[in-house]
Nanobody
Framework: QVQLVESGGGLVQPGGSLRLSCVPS????????MGWYREAPGKQRELVAD????????NYADSVKGRFTISRDDSKNITYLQMNSLRPEDTAVYYC?????????????????WGQGTQVTVSS
């Protein structure tokens, strides 16, 4: 199995910045996509940003364009979300998501995995 560990969340004032990290463990053979989603209280989980494959497309939610940047360290398969100019409406639990080919217990297959989430609170 693939496990994802997120970090970097916390409390920040409006206009501030945070950088989230997502570190995967497991035998990952190929990455189709890595991305970040968020879920605010009373709302559905929504896509924040994702990146598809090596040199693939990057997508952002309209609400974060120009403020958030997704990036990846291909040598370690770590994905980052740099969040600038944070607003109170960005408050949510942020989840890392990956769609990968992995080898577990000698079997190679495709799977989608989620992290446990990290809380981001933007408040003065």
């Amino acid at each position: 199995q693939v496990q994802l560990v997120e970090s970097g969340g916390g409390l920040v004032q409006p206009g501030g910045s945070l950088r989230l990290s997502c570190v995967p463990s497991g035998n990952i053979i190929w990455i189709y996509s890595m991305g970040w989603y968020r879920e605010a209280p009373g709302k559905q989980r929504e896509l924040v940003a994702d990146n598809h494959g090596a040199g693939g497309s990057t997508n952002y939610a309209d609400s974060v364009k120009g403020r958030f940047t997704i990036s990846r360290d291909d040598s370690k398969n770590i994905t980052y979300l740099q969040m600038n100019s944070l607003r109170p409406e960005d408050t949510a639990v942020y989840y890392c998501n990956v769609d990968v080919i992995h080898t577990t217990w000698g079997t190679t297959k495709r799977g989608e995995f989620w992290g446990q989430g990290t809380q981001v609170t933007v408040s003065s």
